[in-house]
């Protein structure tokens, strides 16, 4: 016989318990395309362990509950774009916010410390458990990013002033960015060939895809906007590299389980003050030169 408990602490179940339940769907269906056996082991005993969560939150609310159907469609969705480890442990994460219901719960549900103890525990070192490649070469993506962030943001803020034509900006950007993608990926293979790695190839293709796609992003405000409208493209363009940032930066932050703020402020200020300076280069140079395009 379930024990009787406030109609406050059973509304704090119920909604725990369709989450549970939601959860372990997601991890089974996420283990389902997952690379690697171990991967799918550790998934399966995650969604083993929402399950029987769910199950002592039954015992006390004796009710069934459906799961979340789009909650379940959006993070296999995600899985499969970002990767299954950035999936699972943003989902975690969302789970941390619970402090205060398992406070109150405790004070009624003895069984609720056991599950919030597991949940910060064994779930956690379950989740260390996983071993997605993307995640081993985020290093050479790392690489590729920075690296295309600082040179092309610098290139085209100080051709911005000098050039005065989106065409022009755009075709200089895309030739600049196109040998630097060919000389980073190189770089990065012949560093990993002489450390002995046999993942050469592969390291190298993370790093010129990262470089790659980035020179894209950074060109196409030049190319969108019409010639004369060169510091409307320039505005666009540094934004688009804020965006860029901030977007990798939290992929990292959760994948890895890195610090956000620092990180991003750090990058965010290397690449925006490489291009203040590299803006007032083309000034500097356009006057001291002569030269009128």
């Known amino acids: 016989m379930a024990k009787m408990i406030s109609q406050e602490a059973k509304k704090i179940l119920l909604k725990m318990q369709k989450n549970e339940l939601t959860e372990s769907f997601i991890y089974d269906g996420i283990a389902k395309f997952a690379k690697g056996e171990e991967n799918k082991e550790v998934l399966h005993r995650l969604a083993q362990e929402e399950r029987n969560h769910y199950e002592v939150w039954k015992h006390y609310t004796q009710q069934e509950m459906k799961p979340k159907k789009f909650k379940i469609f959006w993070y296999k969705l995600m899985a499969r774009i970002l990767g299954f480890t950035f999936a699972v442990k943003l989902m975690e994460r969302g789970e941390e916010n619970a402090q205060e219901e398992y406070a109150l719960l405790a004070k009624e549900i003895p069984e609720s410390v056991e599950v919030r103890s597991q949940e910060e525990e064994h779930e956690q070192a379950l989740l260390n458990m996983l071993d997605e490649e993307r995640l081993q070469y985020v290093g050479s993506m790392v690489l590729g990013l920075n690296d295309a962030l600082v040179e092309l943001t610098g290139s085209l803020a100080g051709f911005t002033f000098a050039l005065k034509n989106n065409k022009l900006i755009a075709l200089s950007g895309l030739i600049i960015g196109i040998s630097a993608t060919f000389s980073m990926a190189s770089s990065e293979f012949l560093a990993a060939r002489s450390e002995g790695r046999t993942d050469a190839l592969k390291s ?80 500097l140079a356009k006057k001291f030169l002569g030269i009128e395009v």
């Open 204 to 283: 190298c293709s993370y790093t010129g895809v990262a470089y790659l796609i980035t020179v894209v992003a950074l060109i196409l405000p030049y190319l969108l906007l019409g010639s004369a409208q060169y510091m409307i493209a320039l505005a666009c363009m540094l934004a688009v590299v804020i965006l860029i940032i901030l977007a990798f930066t939290y992929y990292t932050s959760v994948a890895q389980d890195q610090p956000f703020r620092s990180r991003f402020l750090e990058m965010a200020c290397i690449s925006v003050g490489v291009a203040v300076m590299s803006f007032v280069v083309g000034i």
